[in-house]
């Protein structure tokens, strides 16, 4: 079980699922506001679907590129949650590269992250017997262990 204190209620998650995968980058947030469940969200594209846009059209990533409106409905909105304070770090970091990288009309910025999928079993408000979880938007969280970031470049060729 893994809970986290989102302030006004707690979330107790099980984790289900082992989850591996590699996505390159297409934005992300870190938030510090103590009433999110989860600190970093990353937009990503998965590399299997990545390699095979970049197959067709190289230039995919570039809102110009007719690889774009490709890629655009296959990228996905990530909830992490990280498991300390290095992977947090590690995370902040890479969407700080993504967004220097961007800026410079540089090279796409992917990360390795392992860790697991959670199941929300319930959103209990502090003192009250409530379970508050069905008045939450339904999202799928993840429980990072591990992140790493790796150069697309190396990924696509």
Known sequence: MVIVDVGDYKAEFLAFLEFQKTYMIFGGGYYQNK????PIVLSGLGMVDAKRIY???PDFYRCAS????LAQPKV???NLIPANQQVLDELKASIEEFEDQLGNDGDRICVTLVGKTLDMRSAMVPG???DIKDQLPRQTFHLIHSSQRVPCKSLLD
């Open 66 to 69: 007719p690889g774009a409106a």
């Open 76 to 78: 996905k909105q990530l």
């Open 55 to 57: 197959a067709r059209y």
């Open 35 to 38: 009433n999110l469940i989860n």
């Open 128 to 130: 009250h017997t409530v």
